[in-house]
């Protein structure tokens, strides 16, 4: 009989107990699927038996095999298409971990020393990202606060603005121009609502940036009102999405894409302060970043997604150091076996207490990768390389 997960998606595992349980033995079966659909109970069934096969086919044992089959009959709370993340041990399942959206890339199956950690690292860097969304019409407009990962917006608000002055039939002459400043007036006076609702969201929430979609003279007139520092995190879409039957396919491509902007600048942001100093804050590969890591003195490291198809072995540690970079290292550490280099160096660097941000290619679900070698990891350090570190 297995026990329940510790989390449950929507509900993230935080970082002191993703922490906490990777100092815990394994061994760990890893499953990086999709969340549940919504086609019919063939389909869905025949998800469930891919994903049994799975990890069957990574060697995981019978008692976890049957906590994953019994994790996959329970419901995650978010639309298709979802990703799930589950992590079990001993038949029992210590993480389950859902984010609203596809995929990254294909499913992934292995049991081991260590977790999988690069997929479910990918989508947790992103997870923490809020915005804001907003699609106007000179109407009105719908508001959301939104976070990467969620299902639901975290808070959403209708502004219905006047509706009852906007002329329905245009005239002719002096009578059309008329009711077109009237009619501009009362759309500018809806957008003044707008603005005040996405301000306050603004001031409140700081999301990372703000999504603008709607009718085309009703956005122009909301960034018109809008502040200064709202104006800059402004993504303006060119479609009109409120509009009766219209898709949102526009607005979630641009979602991502600001996602990953942010994502990006983060890293520069990192990369830049690990080559000041004449680099002295920053360390580049596997082997020169391993040692920094046995010291905790990496603050933040970078992983192209890229490396988890890498051929690449660390040796893994039961015990601080954490990591090694070679069978014969001599620690008092118990080693816990080669493993995956992305793996060794993530699960090192998070019970060090590190950032760990996963960069790469966007990949749709399947979507074969870039042939291309990893790029090597980089870290920003907590102290200079060649200073001893702070009492």
Partial sequence: MTNGPRTTGGAPMSDVELERLLSEPGPWTTAYIDGPSDLPEPGELAHRRAAREGVESAGAPQADIAAIEEALGRGTGLPSP?????????????????????????????????PMLVPLLWHRVREDISYVVVETARDGARVRLERVGAGEPERSVEVEGDTDSLPKVQAGGWSQARFQRHSEEVWSSNQDEVADTVERLVRDAQPRFVVVSGDVRARQLLVEKLGGDTRALIVEVEA??????????????????????EVEAEEAEALDRAAAEAHRRGAHGVREITPLLQQAQVDTLILDDAIVDSERLLEALAESPWVAEGENDEYAAQSL??????????????????????????????EPRP????????????WPSDETPPQ
């Fill in 240 to 261: 009109h999405t409120r509009a009766a039957g219209a898709s949102e396919r526009s607005v979630d491509q641009a979602v991502s894409d600001a996602v990953e902007h």
């Fill in 371 to 382: 042939d291309r070698p990893p790029r090597e990891p980089v870290a920003l350090l907590r």
């Fill in 337 to 366: 076996g080669r493993v995956a280099a992305g793996d060794a160096l993530a699960r090192a660097a998070i019970l060090t207490g590190a950032r760990v941000l996963v960069t790469g290619d966007q990949l749709e679900p399947d």
């Fill in 82 to 114: 979802s990703t799930r993340y589950l992590l079990v041990r001993d038949g029992r399942v210590e993480l389950d971990e859902s984010f609203a959206g596809p995929r990254h890339g294909p499913q992934r199956f292995h049991h081991g020393p260590v």
